[in-house]
């Protein structure tokens, strides 16, 4: 869809705060959906999923990359001239207000090209398949995650085995490795491995520019060391490394404008509130990066010595 469009279709939206001003107006009813664990109904349900999935109107993060998602759980489009780019689908029950949202800033869903992933729990994978559906996009991913997108179940190796729902199987995800690049018209997006959450959890970063300035946005996937009972960070065989690697990213990546899957764990909607009362761009922050990597830093390195002590894990 051509940019001139999408502003005129967004007259009056001219900023975060504008457009955050109000929740999303009386959105589509979820789809019920059977919740399972490797194949099997998980008793119960999801009982956090009626809390993730209260709606949020969208919000401008910068040019034409948008918060499409829900209150709780982001979903990232950008928009180009050439297609658009859908990083996160959520949940699978709420699609439609995701669909909803993507065609109130003006985009055609059907213009979605690629849809990708920051981790492969179901919170933000479930409704991969639903849009691509929707969409006739392709999925792009790393290897770990693109075999579990695949397979639809978690494999053993995720801290969360047991315990994550699993995902309607999604079908030839194209493969990325850490560092490379995913090309739109003049949009490129970059994956950086950053382990830790998941073993494929993927960190992906581009350039948005507005009036002929360019930020550098990072959207850092989850750097919180959950898992199921059982699991110890320290028995996995270079994990520990692993995740050390991705801190490091994250804290020397180009970094202007942090977004994170879960809004909290960046203070994103504080950060949009401060910006509609002074009249700011307050999503900007050059230190967010570091300070983000810091506190996952020290996470890990607490979770670290519960498990060498014998402590009670959480």
Not at 3 to 17: D, I, M, P, R, V
Not at 47 to 52: G, H, N, R
Not at 63 to 92: C, F, K, N, Q
Not at 201 to 206: H, Y
Request: contains cysteine.
């Amino acid at each position: 869809m051509r940019l001139a469009a999408l502003a005129l279709s967004l007259s009056g939206l001219t900023g975060a705060g504008r457009v955050h001003a109000q929740r999303a107006q009386t959105p589509p009813a979820p789809a019920p959906v059977v919740y399972t664990i490797g194949g099997r109904p998980a008793p119960g349900g999801c009982e956090s999923c009626a809390e993730w999935s209260v709606p949020h109107a969208p919000v401008r993060v910068h040019g034409t990359s948008w918060y499409v998602g829900t209150r709780d759980l982001a979903s990232i489009l950008i928009m180009t001239p050439a297609g658009h780019v859908l990083i996160d689908a959520g949940l699978e029950a709420t699609v439609p207000q995701l669909l909803a949202n993507i065609k109130a800033v003006g985009a055609n869903v059907r213009d979605i090209r690629w849809v990708l992933n920051s981790h492969v729990h179901y919170d933000h994978a479930q409704g991969t398949a639903a849009v691509v559906a929707a969409s006739g996009a392709r999925v792009a991913a790393l290897p770990w995650s693109a075999r579990a997108l695949e397979a639809g179940v978690m494999p053993a190796d995720d801290p969360q085995f047991g315990m994550a729902f699993d995902n309607p199987r999604v079908r030839a995800v194209r493969v990325l490795q850490d560092g490379d690049t995913l090309r739109v018209g003049g949009l490129v997006l970059r994956a950086h491995a950053t382990p830790g959450h998941t073993p494929g959890s993927t960190t992906w970063t581009w350039q948005s520019c507005e009036g002929g300035r360019c930020v550098d946005v990072v959207y850092a996937d989850s750097q919180t060391p959950i898992s199921a009972d059982g699991f110890r960070f320290t028995a996995q065989r270079g994990l520990a490394e692993a995740v050390e690697r991705g801190h490091r990213t994250l804290e020397t990546l180009p970094c202007r404008l942090l977004i994170t899957p879960h809004p909290g764990a960046s203070r994103f909607w504080e950060r949009v509130a401060q910006g509609t009362r002074a009249g700011a761009d307050s999503l900007l922050d050059v230190t967010g990066c570091a300070r983000y990597a810091g506190r996952a830093r020290a996470a890990y390195q607490a979770r670290y010595a519960k498990e060498r002590a014998g402590s009670p894990l959480r």
